[in-house]
């Protein structure tokens, strides 16, 4: 009997859960997911997994209810009860799973995300009896897509091989034929078969201490606990929102476009209605689905506009299914927000995020000292090859972003927008391995906040010179809608990059796959800021010199957006 079968006197409830015992019980589901994460990293063999940190774990009970979270990829987080809900159902639901099965897939509607995050679900027991899953999603170098990475698919079948929800161990033994036709479709077959070892591996861990926890405190003090943790999680959203005055609010914009129609921008709506301790967000208005690869997913969009209502509660701790029982989300069926198969969505991040960041403008003014001004977004670019040592060989070069400053005041360092925050940056040292990338200047760029009573954060420009010939992906976007600053703040500048061809030729990219590089060629590379907030005339003059002390800013853009600072006597 699953937990699910039974009644909610026979489960517990938060009235008679023990206090003491519950937070022990928290705690002890949110080591378990770190657990998975830390045994992830120590085995996973691609440096995008183990170094980068492109994956999320997380623990879920029968009910397929999230316990606890894994610090990891934000943007992946709401996606994870879907992939559970999908894959159980592929293999005839939660009465055909036995203990030892292992659920696969990177189908991407099912998943909410492109092929290369594939996702093993494994089912727990406890006593005979379903318990609860551990999910493990994780970024894989390579799935068998038309190109290592995509920006002009036109349907899903070019943007990976799709195994849908299928197992691939069923009571622990591997299913051999499975396993090797998995292998044989990545051009990187050693990399995905230990990392995918690894992401079965590290769920097995989370388990494994869920059971300890079912173990040391029984099942009913284990299930009435978790109810109340449930309830907890459920009355800290409940709290901010009635924070929130109840009302309509509205933000439109426009990603770039849609990486196959270059210059025709895809719009973007959010409404969104606050009523008490409920909110509902409303994406229905949002442009028709796209032919080329931008489409989210409704899993994806569901993921990510939790995460920009979540962030803005302010309030530590692992999020839970509590959180999420508040927030209804309104999407439509053949839009860019909730495509429809074969619609391609490799892309997928870039709408979902897009939307995320619009959430936050349009309650801008009805929490001002929640809600931070834009940021640079999120892009970055790849080269890969193929050579006669390493064979497949692929260099990722993530580039963190100016963040908007906020009612607390200035950002200065650089990171990654809150969709990939769990994301890491690579090393010089790692992107030059190989030799393929020379890093010629990686720094700070200056000018690049917008400007406000408190100073949006800069972005970063770096200069990459190919030693060799090799095949380039970008993944640009919101070049062309600078980061909005708020409260009279200024926006601050957009990304953008340039190929400087050994001919001395010149050439703006957005998005490409797989365009050859010469040797010698050159990528200046330029991430937004973020915006500004409040006015750049209330900007202390000590603030606005200590900037330009600091290489922060210019003389020529201080006199310019703050005189004041040089009209008063130091």
């Not at 045994?39 to 009970?61: E, G, H, K, M, W």
């Not at 969505?345 to 801008?364: D, E, K, P």
């Not at 973020?530 to 922060?552: F, M």
Request: aromatic share 8%; with cysteine.
């Amino acid at each position: 009997m699953s937990t699910a079968d039974l009644s909610a006197a026979e489960r517990g409830s938060s009235m008679v859960a023990d206090p003491a015992t519950t937070e022990v019980i928290r705690y002890g589901l949110e080591a378990a997911a770190d657990q998975m994460r830390v045994n992830l990293c120590r085995t996973a063999f691609s440096p995008v997994i183990y170094d980068a940190q492109d994956f999320a774990a997380a623990l879920y009970d029968a009910d397929v209810r999230l316990l606890a979270q894994a610090r990891s990829m934000p943007g992946f987080l709401g996606t994870m009860g879907y992939c559970i809900e999908a894959l159980v159902e592929r293999v005839g639901g939660p009465e055909a799973l036995r203990e030892g099965d292992v659920v696969f897939s990177t189908y991407g509607y099912d998943i909410g995300s492109h092929q290369q995050d594939a996702v093993v679900v494994v089912p727990g027991f406890f006593e005979g009896d379903l318990v609860g899953y551990a999910v493990i999603k994780a970024h894989h170098l390579d799935i068998g897509a038309k190109d290592p990475y995509c920006t002009d698919t036109t349907d899903i079948f070019q943007e990976g091989t799709i195994f849908p929800g299928v197992r691939i161990y069923s009571a622990g033994v591997r299913n051999e034929d499975l396993y090797r036709t998995i292998l044989a479709n990545s051009r990187a077959p050693h990399a995905l078969a230990g990392d995918l070892d690894a992401q079965i591996g590290a769920a097995q861990v989370g388990l494994r201490e869920l059971n300890r926890l079912l173990e040391r405190f029984g099942r009913t003090r284990f299930e009435a606990a978790v109810e109340r943790i449930l309830d907890h999680g459920e009355r800290v959203m409940r709290d901010f929102l009635r924070t929130v005055p109840d009302g309509r609010y509205r933000a439109e914009g426009a990603m770039d476009d849609n990486a196959v129609d270059p210059g025709i921008p895809v719009p973007l709506d959010v409404d969104i209605e606050v009523r008490g301790d409920e909110i509902s967000i409303d994406l229905t208005g949002s442009a028709d689905q796209q032919r080329g690869p931008v489409n989210s997913p409704r899993a994806m969009t569901v993921s990510q506009t939790r995460v920009a209502i979540v962030s803005l509660v302010g309030r530590g701790g692992s999020v839970n299914e509590g959180w999420f029982r508040p927030i209804d989300i309104k999407t439509r069926p053949g839009s860019v927000l909730e495509p429809t198969p074969p619609a391609p969505i490799f892309l997928y991040g870039w709408a979902g995020s897009f939307a995320m960041a619009l959430v936050h403008r349009a309650l801008a003014d009805a929490v001002p000292d929640a809600v931070p001004a834009d940021n640079g977004g999120h892009g970055g670019f790849a080269t890969w090859g193929v050579d006669g040592d390493r064979g497949f060989w692929m260099v990722w070069m993530a580039h963190a972003v100016g963040m908007g400053a906020s009612a607390r005041g200035d950002m200065t360092t650089p990171l990654l927008s809150m969709p990939v925050s769990g994301l890491k940056t690579n090393p010089v040292e790692v992107s030059e391995l190989g030799s393929h990338v020379v890093v010629e200047r990686l720094e700070l760029a200056v000018d690049s906040g917008g400007a406000g009573r408190f100073r949006g954060g800069l972005g970063v420009e770096g200069t990459y010179r190919a030693r060799d010939a090799q095949l380039l992906i970008g993944l640009l976007d919101r070049t062309q809608l600078p980061p909005w600053g708020l409260h009279g703040g200024q926006d601050a500048r957009p990304n953008g990059a340039l190929l400087r061809l050994p001919d001395g030729t010149e050439r703006e990219i957005v998005k490409v796959t797989s365009l050859p590089l010469e040797p010698g060629t050159i990528l200046e590379y330029r991430t937004g800021g973020g915006g500004g907030y409040g006015p750049p005339s209330e900007r202390d003059p000590e603030a606005v010199r200590a900037d330009l002390r600091d290489g922060y800013i210019t003389e020529q853009a201080a006199r310019r957006d703050y005189p004041h600072a040089f009209s008063e006597p130091r």
